[in-house]
């Protein structure tokens, strides 16, 4: 690999990791990722905009090598975590005299994360702007779009923005500049399910300070670099800013199979009412499709049968995820069976305190289900039919998903 030119004076030196296939011992990356890096070249000074994975940190250094960079006078550090600062070590100790320039709050990060000494970082606040001679950088910062320390940089005279993990995706592609594809939408859709929809709230903000901005190029830390940013920010004012959609996520474990017949049951009533089904069997989920469900779905439903009165610990961990990331369903819902006794309907309500969802009646069924019961999933899925068309609700178009 070599630095790939952007433009006259911007320079891409990342790495590209095609194999990696988890992120944080959590999210899969079906399709690897990236660690994006540039080089930006000013008449008086030269600044590198985050640095790489420690495991690619030899990447960024031939990169840099195959730049021919001899002097580096700022290292902009967007955001602490380690898939971006983790090679800052060795490239400050290759460029000594370059400055780590970052936030206050990224500042203390740093320090803890990677000791990184105090007398050779530099913070801006928001606003504050650093002259390259004849180009200019802008700081913007953004806590809480992901991390507390996070900011964003503008390269005023070319119009772009490097906004770090804001707008990436997992995707490894021989491709610098995003190929709009159903390939890359998936994921951009998976990432913003899985590291942004917790902040949606901040995120919008951003969105339409960024709207005050020139923006012909978005140069994100993971993923293609966007030549036509327009692609991803109309991406994200739809997850964002939308209304949920007539869609039923469905999450489900069973053990002997009462649940799954009532998952059978209930995701035919629901189509037979209008509202589309995403149902998800938690046993090998892949918990990035789960949350790409989620950006979209007006109600969740999780079904569990009872272990030792309460929910199965798969519908546990869903309860969890959902909860954790903060999606925009309106409802949630829990059926289910058991044997002798249950709690598990309140005790997965109960995890929920980040949704604040209306909770619809659940359907717990004492051993194999009946005809009684089936009666009692046909009413659940009356209820979310007419609820959601009291809601106004549209169904899913392929604009809306990916
Ligand atoms: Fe790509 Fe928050 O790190």
Known sequence: MSARRISDRVFWVGALDWDR????SLVPLPDGTTYNAYVIRGSQATALIDTVDPTMTHVLQENL???DVGKLDYIICNHAEQDHSGSLPDIMARFPSAKVVCTPRCAELLSLLLHVPSDRLVTVQDGETLSLGDLTLEFIHAPWVHWPETMLTYLREESTLFPCDLFGSHLAASELSALESPQLGEAIKRYYAEIMMPF???????LERLGNYEIARICPSHGPIYDRPEYVLALY??????EPKNLATIAYVTMHGSTRMLTDHLVAALIARG???ERFDLVGVDIGRLAMSLVDAATVLIGTPTVLAGPHPSAVYAAHLVNALRPKAKFVGVYGSYGWGTRADEQLAAQLTNLRPQVLDSVLVKGMPRSEDYAALDRLADTIASKHAEAGLKSRTPESGS
């Open 237 to 242: 004012r739809e997850w964002v800013l939308a």
């Open 275 to 277: 509202v589309g089904v």
């Open 65 to 67: 090598t195959s730049l």
């Open 200 to 206: 949606a709230r901040n995120i919008a903000k951003h």
């Open 21 to 24: 296939r988890l992120f944080d």
